[in-house]
């Protein structure tokens, strides 16, 4: 019913390719969204952070709903810290995701601007518009 296949080693040059070849890192656009993504996953860090200790100050929300912000703040930063890693690493799938977080963020930025909050909408609009401009011009130089 079953044969018994003996093992034979495959011993050609075209089996792995070659170091240089297979790790590739991204270009300097490619470098700057992965930076900016970085710095958004390390504030949403520290937002998941935050939420639990205005829950213990008393702020306006159920305790419960502060840890769930937390725990929603703290997989979008998992999440972003993977798409800065492929993007520092120069793959391409995360540009998409990027692409629509940075967009995302504009009418955040700018409501936070429109706020009273300055300095935090310009920082939020300023990184969305060049995050968006460096996953464009990676996107055209591979």
Do not use: K, N
């Amino acid at each position: 019913m079953y044969r018994q296949i003996p093992f034979a080693a495959v011993t050609t040059p075209e089996s792995t390719p070659p170091l240089s070849q297979a790790a590739r890192h991204a270009g300097m656009p490619g470098l700057a969204a992965a930076v900016i993504i970085g710095f958004h996953a390390l504030g949403c860090t520290v937002l998941a952070m935050l939420f639990p200790l205005m829950a213990a100050r008393g702020a306006g929300l159920s305790s419960f709903s502060h840890v769930m912000f937390s725990v929603f703040t703290g997989l979008f930063a998992v999440g972003l810290g993977f798409v800065a890693r492929g993007l520092w690493q120069g793959m391409s799938w995360p540009r998409t995701a990027t692409a629509v977080w940075l967009v995302l963020l504009l009418p955040v930025g700018w409501a936070m601007a429109q706020a009273g909050s300055v300095w935090f909408g310009s920082l939020i609009l300023g990184s969305a518009v060049l995050g968006i401009v460096a996953v464009a011009a990676e996107a055209r130089s591979v």
